[in-house]
Structures are given as C-alpha cells and as structure tokens.
T-cell receptor
Framework: KQEVTQIPAALSVPEGENLVLNCSFT??????LQWFRQDPGKGLTSLLL?????REQTSGRLNASLDKSSGRSTLYIAASQPGDSATYLC???????????FGAGTTVTVRA | DTEVTQTPKHLVMGMTNKKSLKCEQH?????MYWYKQKAKKPPELMFV???????INESVPSRFSPECPNSSLLNLHLHALQPEDSALYLC?????????????FGAGTRLSVL
C-alpha cells in the first residue's frame, strides 16, 4: 500500500522567504505526482503535475521536483507572500489507477 | 472552463433525513470522483465513476449511494447518516485515468449531521 508523508506538518515564515515543502512516498511505481493547494474549508486546487518520466515542473513562482527512485518530491515557492498561506498536499497516482494517495499536507503561514 | 460545481455548499441534516449532494462538470471529463475529508486530514476516496459506470467503491457504507445520470453529473444520495459522517465532501473529475490524470476538484459541500 502506498504511503505518502509530508514534512513538516506546519511551517511559518516571514514574507519574502522561500518555502521548501517535502513529500515522500514508499512505492516508486507511480504514474504521476500532483501538488495541490487547499484553503480552509475549501476544495483543492491543482498546482503542478509531474509525470513519472519528468524531473521537475515550473509554474510562476512554483517549482516542483521529482526523484522517483528515492521516492521524493519537493515543492519550492519563491519569494513567499501572505496569499500563499494555505495547506499544500501532494498526491501520487500509482500505475494506471484512478486513485490518488494523499499526504496529510503541510500548513503554511506567511507572516506579513 | 475548468470548473467543477458542487451544490449545496453547506448542508445540515438529521440522522433520519434523506438528502443529495450534486456535482457537475462541463469539461467533457469521463471520470468523476467522490471524496470525504475530515478536518486536518487528507481526502479519502469514496467512489469513482468512469464512463458513467461505477469503477471503484472503497467499501463505503450503504447509507451513501452514488449515482451518475450522465457524463456531466454525479450525485451522492445520503440516508440515515451518523454524526461521524460530518465532513467536507469533495467531488472531482479528470479526463481519464492514469498518465494524465489531473483531477479537478470542486469547492466541496460542508455536511453536518445532527
């Protein structure tokens, strides 16, 4: 069974600092990995999707890397802003399954 | 349009009530999902419909009954729920399974069972 772990569980940084969020998974046989953002009481917004054959994806201030062999992904958020405050979840899709296996998330607070 | 619309946004129901949650997408996606999310926990998959047929049922209690009338619409019928069923219910859709399975989520329905 795929286990997805996100460390740290919570993170508080001053505005302007770069954010580094970590995600690890136990089974490297994945199709892809997604990073989501969730605001309190709201749905999930997909930020980045990395195919298993890719090493990284970038969108604006966001960059996600994937090391499938070691079962790790990192989400970098450059020059953080208070609007980046949210919970960030990573999820992997195994094989050709529909299922997303989620981590528990990292709750980020960016202080103005 | 990359929107998944869920209604209602909030629902309060008693344990003897029957209610339904509705999810709609117009992106031409052929896979739709129901998730349950408790506070400070990740979403848990409940059901997957692929091409309007139930593809995955994660051993969810029968008091939850999904229905997919057409490729754009997914309902979740609720009956005789328990207080522990109070949660955020999320709907998602994706073009298809596997390699490019980007799931698009709705804003959710916040359910409270009294």
């Amino acid at each position: 069974k795929q286990e997805v772990t996100q460390i740290p569980a919570a993170l508080s940084v001053p505005e302007g600092e770069n954010l580094v969020l970590n995600c690890s998974f136990t089974d490297s046989a994945i199709y892809n990995l997604q990073w989501f953002r969730q605001d309190p009481g709201k749905g999930l917004t997909s930020l980045l999707l990395i195919q298993s054959s890719q090493r990284e994806q970038t969108s604006g201030r966001l960059n996600a890397s994937l090391d499938k062999s070691s079962g790790r992904s990192t989400l970098y958020i450059a020059a953080s802003q208070p609007g980046d405050s949210a919970t960030y979840l990573c999820a992997v899709t195994a094989s050709n399954d529909y299922k997303l296996s989620f981590g528990a998330g990292t709750t980020v607070t960016v202080r103005a | 349009d990359t929107e998944v619309t869920q209604t209602p946004k909030h629902l309060v129901m008693g344990m003897t009530n029957k209610k339904s949650l509705k999810c709609e997408q117009h992106m031409g996606h052929r896979a739709m999902y129901w998730y349950k999310q408790k506070a400070k926990k990740p979403p848990e998959l409940m059901f997957v419909y692929s091409y309007e047929k139930l593809s995955i049922n994660e051993s969810v209690p029968s008091r939850f009954s999904p229905e997919c009338p057409n490729s754009s619409l997914l309902n979740l019928h609720l009956h005789a729920l328990q207080p522990e069923d109070s949660a955020l219910y999320l709907c998602a859709s994706s073009p298809r399974s596997g390699y490019r399975n980007i799931q698009y989520f709705g804003a959710g329905t916040r359910l409270s069972v009294l």
